[in-house]
């Protein structure tokens, strides 16, 4: 099997309900050495298309729609020649970002999107964000999962767009099913695994309520 992960870090703003926060995103092109998939396109379309590299571009997938995770995505899209894929309950969050263009194609529950000899199957993740989703790539053992789940719980709710009960319902029914020794790449921070998050459910539901 020839398909590996590369990443990279871009910074920059994420900015919601009037504020503004310096924020890291990671960035991880799924691939091998002649075509990829793009997850996520946070701040800086140049170094994105600096780890692509000349490979072909399946598409840009997009974990959600909060700004900093697609306000390079129409750079991006113009400099690799990929289609953007987007829930399409997140249109509210992407036409903060994005008033005047639309993304490609809509990415569905269950969908799988065939990329270097693995599948990448959508989990829609709902909670962070109405029409966030995760790519799961079982051939690898690994997960993307946006802002849906990080090393220690689940992502942030407290802002417009997002519930707490909800994301714990996403977690639980769509993650923590997975097996145990899955990792997770995250949208911030770290990389974890599911086996290290699923004790602690019972902690995040103690600490959200």
Do not use: K
């Not at 005047?100 to 990448?120: F, H, N, P, S, Y």
Request: glycine share 10%.
């Amino acid at each position: 099997m020839s398909a590996r992960i590369d990443h990279a870090t871009t910074s920059g703003t994420f900015e919601l309900d009037g504020g503004s926060w310096d924020v890291d995103n990671n960035v991880w092109v799924l691939g091998d050495d002649t075509e990829c998939v793009v997850i996520d396109a946070p701040h800086d379309a140049a170094a994105i298309a600096a780890v692509v590299g000349d490979r072909q571009v399946r598409a840009i997938l997009l974990t959600h729609a909060h700004s900093d995770h697609v306000d390079a995505a129409l750079d991006l899209r113009e400099r690799v020649g990929a289609p953007l894929h987007l829930h399409p309950d997140e249109a509210p969050v992407w036409e903060l970002t994005h008033p005047d263009a639309r993304w490609d194609e809509d990415l569905a529950d269950g969908q799988r999107i065939e990329v270097a000899g693995v599948t990448v199957e959508v989990l829609h993740t709902p909670g962070h964000a109405p029409g966030a989703c995760c790519f799961h790539v079982p051939e690898l053992g690994v997960v993307f999962s946006g802002d849906t789940l990080f090393e220690g719980g689940p992502g942030a709710t407290g802002r417009s767009f997002s519930d707490f009960d909800v994301i714990v319902e996403s977690i639980t029914e769509r993650l923590l099913t997975l097996p145990e020794d899955t990792t997770v790449y995250t949208g911030h921070g770290g990389t974890t695994t599911i086996g290290a998050e699923a004790p602690h459910r019972q902690e995040w539901i103690d600490r959200g309520h």
